[in-house]
Structure formats: structure tokens, C-alpha cells
């Protein structure tokens, strides 16, 4: 979470706009507020805003401010609201130090507390404005460097930190979250994210942990924390494929990527064969596999672990990235984790595998960002290869990794391809939800359930994970309250809440959960309950059915695609934005 974007290089009359342009591609990372600082004629000019980048361009329209020293972010917030006071960059009391950061500073109000008493003066709420006042009270004794450096020492928890000061000098240090230079001629960039320089040069460096980088007009060194060495940086070439990203005709990109996902499930049938194989050896050989995930990426482990049960016959564990470091004290050498991610940045997941490495396990990643922090601490990496996801709701990500569990599950039995051609059914089964009269049907059924305070959803077995993950599509998107419940479970205590006319959304595969997610139906509806069924079949039950074909152990791919689009309906027609949900960031890159 949290955007950076740094330069110093040439002086440029229009800074700040390369600025803003840089930052606009950084939204996924929060878009509470943005904000920059141009080092102008020895003095920074600080922009913010609260909202997108966009709500900043429109602020500064007409406005150029030149320099050759720059730092931008886009924030998620984390401490104090969200204001332009909390906005970053934020300064020292002297204003000749501004710091954009990416992180939690733990321990900053025991930090803050001293300064206080040394006679700074705050003007914000946040942790990371005591870094700026750190800077400051450690140059009294040193020079720029040594004091920025010192200051990351005092500082617990995992952040990455950018630091400039009106001599233009630019100091980036990181411990946990992502930091990357690049160099093109006498300009230097720095950011979070690798993709966003390497539309500007090939060359690029990527910091490594408590490691960072000095770069004033003449010189960029790198930096460890540790010691005073510096030495020069070793560049590598990177290139990554910057196709642009469109909506090619659609609204909003949530549609767009919730269409393509026929596309990326048939992509994933046709491409993988060696990578699976491997996989499922690295599997069989391990004395224990564990799956780890967030969110929707942890709905996808949770039912890969159905898959790996049903199919394979094979016991696994899953764990949420942020439980993983309470739950890895059994793990050996020879124990396996699975991390999955969509972005490989998530904070919680890659904690999860910075244990499992503690323990000399081995770790096999699924994400679909190629260059991603997960990938490079992973001994091997299957990409989902989905293409890019902008929408703030992971939704083709999602598929893209049950499509690769089944082929993995179906690999250990020695059957991939009755996996390849389950995915196969499943991508062209997928199209026809697409069609004309289907949208209709399910416009209908958003329009009904609107305005409804409450939405619940159940699924037994491998469409268990199917109504967690129909749910968070819903509440997130729609902001009406909507969860997932095991089928059997809603009766031991949960069925208090249902009263006449409460929606209820039951998944009902042909499978061996059918007669017991149906009689689960039946006590909702005797409470009065409105029942949406998914299923290839009609049931007496439904009120509402929505009919989807029956992929046997594929079910979970196709059963929640009813759901992401009702979550997109129902969002447009409270004129709401689905691609950029309040209070969420596409990347989650703090604990
Ligand atoms: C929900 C959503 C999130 C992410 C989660 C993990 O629609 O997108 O729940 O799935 O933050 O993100 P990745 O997959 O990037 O690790």
C-alpha cells in the first residue's frame, strides 16, 4: 500500500507533472490521498490532496513547478484519518526535509514523544512525519546521509522510507517493503514498484533488504544500514511488457476482466504442462504442504485444499498469510509452502514465506505480477499469466489460480488432462453466462437486491470458498453487507438473522454436498428467506435461479462468475465506483 515515486536528475520546467504522471499509474496502491514536493529554487513546493491523483492534477491544472529533486505518493492510510494534513510528503519543522513512506513505524509515538520534548512542532497525525523530524534532529550532529541512516535504525517495523533535503540529496531505504532505482543518463528514479521505472530505463536496481540507495546530482551509491560502505550500484536489465492497459469498450475495467476470464482459464489449459508436472513432484516429495493467501487469493487456497482432498486425495493445510507466523513452528526442511498472490507484494503473505524460509523450507509461489517480491524469494514460481488486473476486486487472478490448483490436483493423480479438458468445459461454459439474456436476468436480480441491508450465501465442500469469495466481491464492491457461510453451519446460530424477504444465495453443484446444501436451503426458506440458487439444475427451493453447467470438480470456477457480475451490477446501479472501492488499495503492503 502506499505509492513512492522519486527523481533527481536534470532540471525540468515541468517536474511536477512528471510527477503526477508517474504517480497516476501508483493509484492501485491507495488512493486516500496523493501528494508532491519539488525542490523549487532551494525550497520544497508541497502539493496534496485528498483522493486520486486525478483530484491532484485537476488542483494543480495550469500549474507547472520546475526543479531537478522530486518526490511523490499515493497513500493508503494507516495512521490518521484520511486529510491533507496526513497526506505525505510530510516535512520537518524546518521544511528543508520531506519523506514519503510505505509502511507502519511501530514505535512512533515513543519516537515522537521525544521530539516532542526536544521542541518539534507536528502538523500531522501520522507515524511516518517523525521520520522527518528524526532526519532533522540527527543532521544537528551529522551530515545528511548518517542521519537518515541512523533514524532507519530507530524505526521498528516494516517500511521503506524516501528522504530529500534542500541540498538535493535523496536518500531510499527499505526493510520489508519494495524499493527500486532506476538510472537513464544523469536521471535517477526510485519507487516502489519495478513495472514504473522500467517503462522509463532497463536499468534498474532493486534494493535489497535493509539496504538502500544515496543519489545526489554527481553520484548514486548504494547503502546498508549497517555500515558506512557505499559502493556503486549493479545494475540489471529489466524489461517488462508495458501494454496499455484499456478498457477496449467497457465501462469499467472490473467488467472488462471479469469477461476475460474464459480467455485466461483457456490459457492456463493450454500452457502449463511441464510447470504443473514439476509441481506436483515437488508436492509428492514433501513431507507436508501448506497453502498460504489473503483475501480472495486465500478463498483460492482454502478451496484448492477441497480440490487436493476430493481429487487427489491428498491432505493439505491452509493458513491466512497473517495467521501463518502463529501456525509455522512444525514446519522442516522438507516441508512445502504454496503461496498464492496476485500482486506478490501482499505484506501478510510474504511474511508467511520469510518463516517458512526461516525453516529452510521450500516455497513454490503462484502470482501474476512477473519481477514481484514474492517471486524473487520463491524456489519456483507457476505466473497465472491472467494480464494485468486494475480493478481493485481480484476477479480473473481468482480463477486463474483455481484453474492452476485443478490442473495440480489432476497432475498428482496422474490425469492432467481430464484436468485441461475440465478447464476447457469450464472456459466455453463460462461464455455463455456472458450472454445477452443472462446480464438481463442478473440486472433483474441486482435491482431486487440493491437495496437490501443484508446478503447471505452458502456452499458445502469445494463451494465453500465459492460463497466466502461471492461475498467479499459483494460487500466490497456494493458496500451492502453480504457473507459466506458454510451450508450446515448457518443452523448453529447464524439463521437468527434470517427474516422474511433476506436474500439468500445458495450454490448447489452436482456434487455429493447437493441433497445437504438443499435441505440447508430448505430451513432458510422456511424462515422466511428469498433463495437464489446456482445450480446447472432448477430446484423447487429457488425463488431465483440462476443457471450455470455442471464441471463437475470444476464447479468453483464457474459458480462464483454469477456473483462477481451481480457485485458489479448491483455497485453501478448505486453509482458507485467498482473499479476503486472506498478504503481499499489493490496492493496490501503493510501487516
Ligand atoms: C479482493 C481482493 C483482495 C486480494 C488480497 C490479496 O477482491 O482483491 O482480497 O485478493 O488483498 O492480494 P494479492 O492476491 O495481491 O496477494
Not at 317 to 324: A, D, K, L, T
Request: proline share 3%.
Amino acid at each position: 500500500m502506499c505509492g513512492i515515486f522519486g527523481y533527481v536528475g536534470r532540471q525540468r520546467s515541468d517536474l511536477s507533472s512528471l510527477l503526477l504522471r508517474k504517480l497516476s499509474k501508483l493509484d492501485y496502491r491507495g488512493y486516500d490521498s496523493a501528494g508532491i514536493a519539488v525542490l523549487h529554487k532551494k525550497h520544497f513546493q508541497i502539493r496534496k490532496s485528498v483522493g486520486e491523483v486525478n483530484d491532484l492534477k485537476s488542483k494543480l491544472r495550469g500549474i507547472k513547478i520546475s526543479g531537478a529533486v522530486g518526490i511523490g505518493h499515493t497513500r493508503w492510510a494507516t495512521h490518521g484519518g484520511v486529510s491533507v494534513k496526513n497526506a505525505h510528503p510530510h516535512k520537518d519543522c524546518s521544511g528543508n526535509i520531506v519523506v514519503v513512506h510505505n509502511g507502519i513505524v511501530e514505535n512512533f509515538e515513543v519516537l515522537k514523544k521525544d521530539l516532542l520534548k526536544k521542541g518539534h512542532r507536528f502538523t500531522s497525525d501520522t507515524d511516518t512525519e517523525v521520520f522527518a523530524h528524526l532526519v532533522e534532529e540527527e543532521s544537528k550532529s551529522k551530515n545528511f546521509l548518517k542521519a537518515v541512516r541512523d533514524s532507519f535504525k530507530k524505526l521498528k517495523g516494516l517500511n521503506a522510507i524516501v528522504v530529500a533535503n534542500n541540498d538535493g540529496e535523496l536518500v531510499g531505504l527499505k526493510r520489508g517493503s519494495p524499493l527500486v532505482l532506476g538510472v537513464k543518463g544523469e536521471e535517477k528514479f526510485i519507487s516502489s514498484d519495478t513495472p514504473l521505472l522500467s517503462d522509463i530505463t532497463s536499468r534498474i536496481f532493486i534494493i535489497e533488504e535493509d539496504e538502500g540507495i544515496y543519489i545526489n546530482n554527481d553520484v548514486v551509491k548504494t547503502i546498508t544500514l549497517g555500515s558506512d560502505k557505499k559502493s556503486v550500484p549493479k545494475f540489471r536489465i529489466i524489461k517488462i511488457n508495458q501494454n496499455k492497459v484499456e478498457k477496449k469498450g467497457f465501462k469499467h475495467y472490473l467488467l472488462k476482466e471479469i469477461y476475460e476470464q474464459p480467455q485466461v482459464v483457456m490459457n492456463i489449459a493450454d500452457n502449463n504442462k511441464q510447470n504443473i508436472m514439476e509441481t506436483a513432484r515437488m508436492i509428492k516429495d514433501a513431507w507436508g504442504t501448506y497453502f498460504t493467501a489473503c483475501g480472495t487469493a486465500a478463498h483460492a487456497g482454502l478451496a484448492a485444499t477441497y480440490m487436493f482432498s476430493e481429487i487427489a486425495e491428498r491432505h493439505v493445510n491452509f493458513s491466512f498469510g497473517s495467521e501463518f507466523p502463529y501456525y509455522e513452528d512444525f514446519l522442516v526442511e522438507r516441508s512445502l509452502l504454496i503461496a498464492a498472490s496476485q500482486s506478490g507484494e501482499t505484506m501478510d503473505t510474504l511474511e508467511a514465506v520469510r518463516a517458512a524460509k526461516r525453516h529452510g523450507s521450500k516455497v513454490l509461489a503462484l502470482v501474476n505480477v512477473p519481477g514481484s517480491s514474492l517471486e524473487r524469494i520463491s524456489d519456483k514460481t507457476l505466473y497465472l499469466n491472467a494480464g494485468p488486473e486494475r480493478a481493485v476486486l481480484s476477479t480473473k487472478a481468482y480463477i486463474a489460480k483455481l484453474s492452476l490448483f485443478l490442473l495440480i490436483s489432476y497432475s498428482m493423480l496422474g490425469e492432467y488432462e481430464k484436468g485441461v479438458s475440465l478447464l476447457r468445459r469450464s472456459a466455453r461454459s463460462l461464455k455463455r453466462i456472458f450472454n445477452v439474456e443472462y446480464q438481463r436476468k442478473l440486472k433483474r436480480l441486482s435491482k431486487r437486491l440493491m437495496n437490501k441491508d443484508h446478503i447471505y450465501i452458502i456452499g458445502r465442500g469445494l463451494n465453500y470458498p465459492t460463497a466466502l469469495e461471492g461475498a467479499l466481491k459483494i460487500k466490497e464492491a456494493s458496500y451492502i453487507h453480504a457473507e459466506g457461510f458454510a451450508g450446515g453451519e448457518l443452523k448453529h446460530g447464524v439463521i437468527a438473522l434470517v427474516e422474511k424477504g433476506t436474500p439468500c444465495i445458495c450454490i448447489v453443484a452436482e456434487d455429493r454436498a447437493k441433497e445437504a446444501i438443499l435441505s440447508n436451503a430448505m430451513e432458510l426458506k422456511s424462515r422466511g428467506a428469498e433463495i437464489i440458487g446456482i445450480s446447472p439444475k432448477k430446484y423447487n427451493v429457488f425463488d431465483f435461479h440462476l443457471e450455470v453447467e455442471d464441471v463437475s470438480t470444476a464447479s468453483p470456477i464457474v459458480n462464483i462468475v454469477p456473483m462477481q457480475l451481480m457485485a458489479y451490477y448491483i455497485t453501478i446501479l448505486k453509482d458507485l465506483n467498482p473499479d476503486k472501492p472506498r478504503n481499499l488499495a489493490k496492493s496490501v503492503t503493510v501487516k
